[in-house]
């Protein structure tokens, strides 16, 4: 299995900016692709950002060009840079991994972290 772990997420003003990381452990060579999802309150939870075992990456409209989503290999750590947030980011994020295992393709969840972004 894979385990996620988030952290980096708080409390900033609109404009500002946060970096969320995911650390992975487990069968991590399984992994394929690694996401962040956020969800709001009363809201479904929806994709921000994902990216490949091959670097591909893909954003939500809300999140082009303010956030990014990057890999360290050596680290086994996925991060989210959230520049210029606004107060509709304000949502748990929750960091994704896709893998496969026993020819099955699964999915791990980190716990989440909360980010509020004040007006």
């Known amino acids: 299995q894979v385990q996620l772990v988030e952290s980096g997420g708080g409390l900033v003003q609109a404009g500002g900016s946060l970096r969320l990381s995911c650390a992975t452990s487990g069968i991590i060579f399984s992994i394929n692709a690694m996401a962040w999802y956020r969800q709001a309150p009363g809201k479904q939870r929806e994709l921000v950002a994902s990216i490949t075992s091959g670097r591909n990456t893909a954003y939500a409209d809300s999140a082009k060009g303010r956030f990014t989503i990057s890999r360290d290999n050596a680290k086994n750590t996925v991060y989210l840079q959230m520049n210029s947030l606004k107060p509709e980011d304000t949502a748990v994020y929750f960091c994704?991994?896709?893998?496969?295992?026993?020819?099955?393709?699964?999915?791990?969840w980190g716990q989440g972290t909360q980010v509020t972004v004040s007006s």
């Open positions: 994704n991994a896709g893998y496969t295992l026993g020819g099955l393709k699964r999915a791990s």
